[in-house]
């Protein structure tokens, strides 16, 4: 456990395997809770074909809870911990969105600050561009309601003077084909570039289907989530049931609504 989150950045299979055998473990001691975020986040990091055990149903003072999406699952999981979880949950969330909106980070850090983002909020993630060269650079899914939205990071670029080219637009369209034969029967909008506004270069064709989200845009549709999760610190567990229930079920920290969020702006309209 001590060194997977050294090795997740470098080797993201391997960290993986680690929370399989974690998960494992943990399951064999008979903590279903524990074991469940393991094996979530091998599920993320490996393959969501993964064929592990997946919580759905926990106890409550008031009976039984069955959790209906992976964004209620993940808070349910939480008000079982002792301590302060949603304290910690709500700082590791604001750390991984301030990376994302830091300019002086690179890359690798951004992207999988981008990554982990979507496995706090409960989703399957996943780098294949840092896993197989291939694909795009950030992927969000959940198996249950077959959606995904993928990211393409352009974090990099200067603010202010920055055109979106052929060979960029033609690479995320590439990215959909990728994604339409490696994750058969997942519906998604198309590929949401992370990036500054900018203009899209007159001979680059990006249809309907790219979609130009800025830092702060994605950061300030995150901050709306870590927002509600702050109403709980402080709370009972018992209090914290009752409205992390409602919280889970809110359509917009959905893949569907996150999506939504995430394109409303087609690369087409810089043209």
Known sequence: MSVIDDIAPVDSKLAGWYDLWLGMSYEMDGDSGTCSTHYSRARSRLTPRLNVPLTSKFATDQGELNTENPVQRKLADL???SGNPFSDFGASLR????IVGTGTKTSNEREEACRLIGELLGFETARPDNVFKKGPDVVWSSEE??????????TQKKEGDTTYKKDAVGQCLNHIEWLHEHYEGYSFSGVVVLGPLGVVSGNASPGDH?????????????????ARIDDLVGRTQLERWHMLKELGLLPEYQISGLSAAFSRRTLKSLM
Do not use: M, P, R
């Not at 750390?95 to 301030?98: C, G, K, P, Q, T």
């Not at 309601?145 to 352009?154: D, G, P, R, S, V």
């Not at 790219?210 to 702060?216: A, G, K």
């Open 95 to 98: 750390h991984n969105i301030s």
């Open 79 to 81: 008000n079982l911990k």
């Open 145 to 154: 309601t077959k959606e995904l939205i993928a990211f393409e990071l352009k």
């Open 210 to 226: 790219l979609f130009l989200t800025s830092t702060d845009e994605f950061c300030e549709v995150c901050k709306g989530f870590v």
